[in-house]
């Protein structure tokens, strides 16, 4: 029994969704290492207040 697509466009989006699969997993790592980056950041002592960082940013947040 053959199975999976068959026309083009039925390949296509077979391919848009594999592709589609790959993204999530590249946005779920990239999450994960800035997640790892902050708690590493915290232990390493390397955290402000919000008014501190407010400060630091001032000039991109106006």
Known sequence: MRTGPTTFLGRKAADLLAELDSNRESAL?????????????????RMLAQHEAMQHMARWLS
Do not use: H, P, S
């Open 29 to 45: 790592m990239a999450q994960l290492e800035g997640i790892a980056r902050g708690e590493q950041a915290a232990e390493d002592g």
